[in-house]
């Protein structure tokens, strides 16, 4: 209730995108509320999980016994594979990345402009490190944001012009929060739903970019 | 990258060998306390970047544009390579070259020619053919493309035919020397001058 309005926990975040994850979809997850979405995945909607370590088709984290030293994510924690994966070296899984053939890239992020550009690898002062975030973004189809709609100071995330340092310009084509579900249209970001007994008006109280309201 | 520990690029930083650090996403957090002291320098890539550049250098490729890193200070030249001792930056990364392609800024990205190259495979045989196993492939096949000396580290040293032509991932032709892993590799050495 960070808001003080009625808002989604990040799991109802996660849920809430897992429900737009179509069949056959192929999907990069980044850390945090990115790696709460799995669970929620419809059942008989198949998404084909890519990790940066050269994975295609994760399964879900194997149990203390199964885990092999030789199976990770690419956050080195302890993988499995869903039938039908491959394989590959890191300059082949960035192939995929850059070459358009990820469908999704579901990251979590410091800031989102108006117009989309993304800001989430580097808070000034802390341990740069940027893996393989800008290759994401300026490579997959769409780029789907997901986290809370304010900071932990209470300030909005979604900001006219970003103050952290991009992750790319013009990137993001949807974002989920706690509070409102946003696309992009011209370039602009667009409201198109607010969650469940949040008002129009609360969202834009805290959202500190101009949008265009598009609500069903 | 710099691992997580002190068994490998840990152990060089560790021994103040290290002037120059290339990599995308280093955990060691002794790293950035050298970085920031000014100790090493940082050339942080962003991942697909690195991967390719090892793969451009390994193949004759000088220099590639890539979408990655347009528009951002690792393209900039505002990323700070090297501080000062005292505080504050000594030496920036120099800005990426660009150029349109499509309507859409590409950085131009060097490939990487390393002196050396250091390779832990699955299985290997005694002409350097390789094969890795599971996620662990990863960086490997790259490095040894890379390096301009390849050592091979195997787990498992096979006879020459036993690893079939088309399964080999990275064949003989990169690698220079294959080792065979001791069973006992430690995971924390305790390093002579280390606190």
Redesign the interface.
């Known amino acids: 209730m960070t808001c003080g309005v009625a808002a989604l926990s990040r799991e109802g975040i996660a849920r809430r995108l897992a429900l737009d994850l179509r069949d056959g979809y192929v999907v990069n997850l980044g850390v945090g509320i990115p790696l709460l979405v799995p669970r929620f995945i419809p059942a008989g909607t198949e998404v084909i999980l890519h990790?940066?370590?050269?994975?295609l088709g994760l399964g879900p984290p194997p149990p203390p016994d199964r885990a092999?030293?030789?199976?990770?994510?690419a956050g080195?924690q302890p993988?499995s594979l869903i039938s039908g994966a491959a394989?590959?070296?890191?300059?082949m899984?960035?192939a995929i990345?850059?070459g358009g053939h990820l469908d999704v890239a579901v990251l979590g992020a410091l800031q989102v402009s108006a117009r989309g550009d993304l800001a989430n690898w580097?808070v000034p002062g802390k341990?740069?490190?940027?893996?393989?975030?800008?290759?994401l973004v300026?490579?997959a189809r769409e780029v789907w944001v997901v986290m809370e709609h304010l900071d932990r100071a209470g300030r909005p995330k979604i900001v006219e012009k970003c103050t952290f340092?991009?992750?790319?310009?013009r990137v993001v084509t949807r974002v989920y929060t706690d509070l409102a579900v946003f696309g992009m249209a011209d370039g602009r970001l667009r409201l198109a739903e607010c969650a469940p007994g949040v008002t129009p008006e609360a969202v834009r109280a805290r959202t500190a970019a101009r949008y265009v309201e598009a609500l069903a | 990258n710099v691992g997580s520990d002190f068994t490998g690029v840990g152990r060089l930083l560790a021994e103040g060998r290290i002037r120059r650090l290339t990599a995308s996403f280093p955990v060691l957090p002794e790293f950035y306390g050298e970085y920031f002291a000014g100790k090493v320098e940082f050339e942080l890539v962003p991942q697909g970047t690195l991967a390719e550049r090892l793969r451009a250098g390994g193949s004759g490729i000088a220099a590639f544009y890539t979408p990655s890193g347009a528009g951002t200070m690792l393209a900039d030249g505002t990323f700070a390579l090297r501080y000062a001792a005292g505080g504050g930056t000594a030496e920036r990364m120099p800005p990426r070259e660009t150029r349109d392609f499509g309507g859409r800024e590409h950085v131009l990205e060097y490939g990487i020619v390393a002196d050396f190259g250091l390779v832990r495979a699955h299985q290997g045989d005694r002409k350097g053919n390789l094969r890795f196993r599971l996620s662990a492939r990863n960086f490997n096949p790259l490095a040894g493309m890379s390096g301009r000396r390849v050592f091979a580290e195997v787990q498992e040293l096979v006879e020459v035919d036993e690893l079939h032509p088309d399964d080999i991932h990275l064949p003989g032709v990169f690698v220079d020397d294959v080792l065979l892993a001791s069973a006992t590799s430690p995971k924390q050495p305790t390093i002579a001058g280390s606190a």
């Open positions: 990790a940066e370590n050269g994975v092999d030293p030789d199976l990770t994510d080195k993988a394989i590959v070296d890191s300059a899984s960035f990345v850059r580097y341990n740069p490190a940027v893996g393989g975030a800008m290759d300026a490579g340092p991009l992750t790319g310009r």
